[in-house]
T-cell receptor, first 114, second 116 residues
Framework: KAGVTQTPRYLIKTRGQQVTLSCSPI?????VSWYQQTPGQGLQFLFE???????NKGNFPGRFSGRQFSNSRSEMNVSTLELGDSALYLC?????????????FGPGTRLLVL | AQSVTQPDIHITVSEGASLELRCNYS??????LFWYVQSPGQGLQLLLK??????LVQGIKGFEAEFKRSQSSFNLRKPSVHWSDAAEYFC??????????????FGTGTRLQVTL
């Protein structure tokens, strides 16, 4: 069974631009969560999508948004990029239908904002 | 609010030596606990998890962890470390959000260095 895939793996953008990252979950998984990893703040939860609806949200500004498609693939968008948005963005998938579930992570997209 | 503390930022052990990485959590409900490992430039790989039942859980690559409710701890252990175990290790607690435990709160990680 294929794992979680993320595209692109690397991105370089400039301040003020916007970026879209993509995540394809493990087949059969309907929940996709996004996390930001930085040296200063560590791993922080951004949001979670289930059945095309945002179900949980972390403490990030509105510049960070996402969506999920009917095939459970998810995209994350960051508008008006700031230098501090440079990070490794990880997505994770799970079935999303029970409390005792494991999240499986993709390899991440490394975003550099110049 | 929930939190996870990994008190050791960096640990160095010799190959073949035993290893224990510490993790303490703070969470008001029954915790779902995880250990993940991350190699440089990679995503997170699940080592093991605790949901309920036996408090000593076995994982991949010879790792085990013990849940101690009285100490709010979930320490990771390995009896004999291999050079390939060098990586960063994250402890996490699964938080019940809307629907399911779909939000992980992570510790700051412990970087393991293995000397030959």
């Amino acid at each position: 069974k294929a794992g979680v895939t993320q595209t692109p793996r690397y991105l370089i953008k400039t301040r003020g631009q916007q970026v879209t990252l993509s995540c394809s979950p493990i087949s059969g998984h309907r929940s996709v969560s996004w996390y930001q990893q930085t040296p200063g703040q560590g791993l922080q939860f951004l949001f979670e999508y289930f059945s095309e609806t945002q179900r949980n949200k972390g403490n990030f500004p509105g510049r960070f948004s996402g969506r999920q498609f009917s095939n459970s693939r998810s995209e994350m968008n960051v508008s008006t990029l700031e230098l501090g948005d440079s990070a490794l963005y990880l997505c994770a998938s799970s079935f999303g239908s029970a409390n005792q579930e494991t999240q499986y992570f993709g390899p991440g997209t490394r975003l550099l904002v110049l | 609010a929930q939190s996870v503390t990994q008190p050791d930022i960096h640990i160095t052990v010799s190959e073949g030596a035993s290893l224990e990485l510490r993790c303490n959590y703070s969470y008001g409900a029954t915790p779902y606990l995880f250990w993940y490992v991350q190699s440089p430039g990679q995503g997170l790989q699940l080592l093991l998890k605790y949901f309920s039942g036996d408090t000593l859980v076995q994982g991949i690559k010879g790792f085990e962890a013990e849940f101690k409710r009285s100490q709010s701890s979930f320490n990771l252990r390995k009896p004999s470390v291999h050079w390939s175990d060098a990586a960063e290790y994250f402890c996490a607690v699964g938080v019940i959000g809307t629907g399911t435990a779909s939000k992980l709160t992570f510790g700051t990680g412990t970087r393991l260095q293995v000397t030959l």
